[in-house]
């Protein structure tokens, strides 16, 4: 078992340390400013806290897994800018806003060839089924992103549609975290396929919160705009459950122009009034806990110091909201 601050320790360096080439600048500037405006790096967290209950000390092969996955995910955040047009990123200028869309197209390529450049790195015994796993998550993470524009353009959109897609775009990649930590520690198949399921319920709880945080967080906490789904006209699990609930003209305000700051916030506080008239936002906390609760009951064979340190690292996630 390895101690969590010695993780953090370990995340600390790894990210202090870590390096892109050169050479075109234009292309590689944009990786490094990513990584260094941070974040939690609450991926490769993860994949080291699952490594580190079926291991005693952090090797090579484990750094490499957790860099990977963070800049895989830094690699969909730049291009997810791009398509909501978002101008803040952990507090800072997105990459489309600081150097334009096309170069920010071109260095999250490069950002996700530098991810799958690391993977390639990990240890022969474990190479093909890392390997498997990061592609295959790779690919559904697109293929939520995409279900996930769809549903802009659809008048209605179910809630089970609506879970399968958050699945997709945010769960499966903690999952592969969660489960990548196990398998390069060499943990039989079944204990990663329970860390997996932690994963993403997880994530479904931590997307919910996510769409929670969207309507009613601190922009100063939540490192971006409050209300961008509302501008955007986003199908959020808020508005999906407020239908649900029997809310009436949750369409005319999506569809509202929000063109100057005066029509943003008025269509902001429109749908939030909706929202409240249903109590949305206590429907939100209560499925936040719940999905939670399902992430924790997937841990209950490990050993207990280990699954200790997981609860805990999912009670952060989410425990903010509810």
Not at 182 to 209: C, E, H, I, S
Not at 268 to 277: C, E, G, Q, T, V
Request: with cysteine; glycine share 8%.
């Amino acid at each position: 078992m390895i101690q969590e601050n010695t993780i953090d320790k370990a995340l600390k360096d790894l990210f202090g340390q870590i390096e892109f080439q050169a050479e075109p600048a234009g292309l590689y500037d944009p990786l490094r400013y990513m990584i260094a405006i941070g974040g939690k790096r609450l991926r490769p967290k993860l994949c080291l806290l699952a490594y580190g209950v079926f291991a005693e000390t952090i090797t090579p092969a484990a750094l490499k897994a957790a860099a990977a996955l963070e800049i895989l995910h830094s690699f969909t955040l730049i291009h997810d800018d791009i398509m909501d047009r978002s101008p803040l990123r952990r507090g800072h200028e997105t990459i489309w806003k600081k150097w334009g869309g096309d170069a920010a197209i071109l260095s999250g390529d490069a950002m996700c060839i530098e991810a799958f450049k690391r993977i390639a790195k990990l240890p022969g015994q474990v190479l093909p089924e890392a390997l498997a796993l990061f592609s295959r998550t790779s690919a559904e993470v697109c293929d939520g992103q995409q279900l996930d524009m769809e549903f802009e353009h659809r008048s209605r959109v179910e809630m089970p549609e609506y879970m399968r897609m958050i699945g997709l775009k945010t769960s499966v990649l903690l999952a592969c975290c969660a489960q990548m930590g196990a398998l390069v520690a060499g943990a039989d198949g079944a204990a990663q396929q329970k860390l997996y399921d932690f994963g993403y319920n997880l994530g479904l709880a931590f997307q919910v919160a996510d769409d929670y945080l969207d309507a009613y967080g601190d922009e100063r906490v939540f490192g971006k705009p409050i209300g961008g789904d509302i501008l955007n006209a986003k199908k959020s699990w808020l508005t999906i459950r407020a239908e649900e609930l029997g809310a009436k003209g949750i369409a005319e305000v999506l569809n509202a122009p929000a063109q100057t700051q005066v029509e943003k916030t008025a269509k902001i506080a429109r749908m939030k009034a909706l929202y409240d008239s249903v109590g949305v936002a206590d429907a939100a906390r209560q499925e936040i806990k719940r999905l939670n609760n399902c992430a924790t009951d997937a841990l209950a064979s490990l050993p207990e110091d280990g699954k200790q340190v997981l609860l805990r690292f999912a009670n952060a996630l989410t425990g903010r909201t509810f």
